[in-house]
């Protein structure tokens, strides 16, 4: 009656339930500081001590690090006085607030912002739009200015966007040459993570992080050093100001925020103030062409349902979108990472 398959079908159906519980333990171990204390104490502790040196419960903490270990979050030693925990080398790595590859503004973001949005999926599905109003009544006309609802909202949401190009910003900027195109802007740059990654691997290049006024001052005062003379600041907005003339505008993560209309809009903005021979460079995860995956992409997709007015687009999607507005030599790069490129020429 059942084939091997089947017997697999309950274990992925308890998995896909579980997700989010896994996701908030991750999330909440960050929150409450379990692995900076690891981090900081250089060797293991145990449950009492954590719970003590953090504030918290004891049964509470016990069982958090029980199931960070469960997740390969954390390592545990049973000794003669009890269990004693230690960070493993991914939460050292990615879950620390002082790695140079954190992530943990980016899970704070998911715990804090993100999480609130998805509690009312059901209803962006049938209501075919975000869902600002029901998470923080807070009206989604503007998109930005409800995603900026308050400094501190954009400070978090600036955070966390940045901490992904530690991981996947120079295999995004390295999979094309750019070398030939020395003036860069980057729109819509925020906090400048990547155009951070684009001034190390070009060092003759110079990139202009263009950007809503209140972006670029937060950019200015925490992100990028004032040292830092090949990265420029332009307080604009892309939909209204002028775009002005460049060899090349970088456009990461902005196109999935916006329904075609605009997208085109914009890339018709580009295109005419784009210097003959210069280009454009998306940055976007992309999906495939025959709807399979990758699962990543998808789930993104979701989320600019639930938190934006676009969607995700397969390489043959964005490539229809930049011939429409003009750009020619069209190319696709995947990168293997979570962040894939796409160049196209004027
Ligand atoms: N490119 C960055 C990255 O990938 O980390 C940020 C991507 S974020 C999804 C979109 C960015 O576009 C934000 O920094 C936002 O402030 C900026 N933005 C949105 N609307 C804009 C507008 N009308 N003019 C200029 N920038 C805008």
């Known amino acids: 009656m059942s084939s091997t398959e089947d017997l697999d079908y309950p274990q992925i159906l308890f998995q896909y339930n579980n997700g989010f519980l896994v996701s908030k333990i991750m999330f909440t171990a960050c929150e409450l500081g379990v692995f900076d204390l690891l981090l900081k104490s250089e060797g293991s502790l145990s449950s009492d001590a954590i719970a003590e040196r953090l504030g918290t419960s004891i049964s509470g903490m016990e069982r958090l690090l029980d199931a960070c270990v469960g997740l390969k979050l954390l390592e545990v030693e049973m000794k003669s006085e009890g269990a004693f925990y230690r960070n493993t080398e991914l ?3 990615y ?3 002082s790695s140079p590859k954190s992530q943990y503004h980016n899970l704070m973001y998911y715990s804090k912002t993100v999480y609130l949005c998805w509690h009312y999926l059901t209803d962006a599905v049938r209501d075919g739009k975000n869902q600002y109003e029901r998470a923080f009544g807070v009206s989604s006309k503007d998109l930005f200015g409800a995603l900026y609802r308050s400094e501190e909202e954009m400070i978090q949401f600036m955070y966390g966007l940045n901490a992904i190009w530690s991981i996947c910003g120079r295999d995004v900027i390295a999979a094309f040459d750019l070398s030939p195109f020395t003036v860069i802007y980057d729109l819509g740059g925020c906090a400048g993570g990547l155009a951070q990654e684009c001034i190390s691997l070009y ?10 006024p209140k972006v670029v001052q937060v950019a200015k005062e925490r992100f990028v050093p004032p040292e830092e003379r090949q990265i420029t600041f332009h307080e604009g907005d892309f939909f209204k100001d002028p775009i002005p003339e460049a060899d090349l505008y970088i ?7 916006w329904a075609d209309g605009k997208c085109m809009q914009l890339l018709t903005k580009i295109y005419k103030a784009c210097k003959p021979g210069g280009g454009v460079l998306l940055v976007e995860t992309l999906l495939n062409e025959d709807k399979t995956g990758p699962l990543e992409a998808q789930l993104y997709s979701m989320n600019m349902l639930v938190q934006a007015e676009g969607k995700e687009r397969t390489p043959t999607e964005y490539s229809k979108l930049l011939a429409a507005a003009g750009f020619r030599e069209i190319q696709v790069k995947k990168t293997g990472k979570l962040y894939d490129a796409i160049l196209g020429r004027k």
């Not at 060092?203 to 809503?212: G, H, R």
């Open 203 to 212: 060092p003759k290049s110079t990139v202009t992080i263009y950007d809503l």
């Open 95 to 97: 879950l620390t607030k």
């Open 251 to 257: 456009l990461a993560r902005i196109l999935h925020d």
């Open 91 to 93: 939460s050292n790595l």
